[in-house]
């Protein structure tokens, strides 16, 4: 079954990344401009091998166009497409 996050306020469902777990980024919120969505943290992998990325879901599911193509429909994203993260 696919991870998602879900708004109950506005009913909004949000896909995520699969193949990885979540945490909570102590109240961080995209530096995105218009955004401010607070972000998670995607960890992939164990041990040593193991790598966390900072995750907007609202850019993650509404990628803008000068940040090139969206997501494969695999759900994987290769880089951030913000510099600054």
Avoid: I
């Amino acid at each position: 079954r696919p991870q998602r996050l879900y708004n109950k306020n506005t009913e909004q469902v949000y896909n995520l990344p699969q193949g990885g777990s979540f945490k909570v980024y102590q109240g961080q919120v995209c530096p995105v401009d218009g955004c401010n969505f607070e972000l998670s943290l995607f960890v992939v992998g164990a041990g040593k091998d193991q790598r966390t990325y900072p995750l907007c879901p609202n850019c993650y599911n509404n990628p803008r166009p000068e940040w090139g193509p969206s997501p494969s429909t695999k759900g994987l994203m290769l880089e951030c497409p913000h510099a600054d993260l």
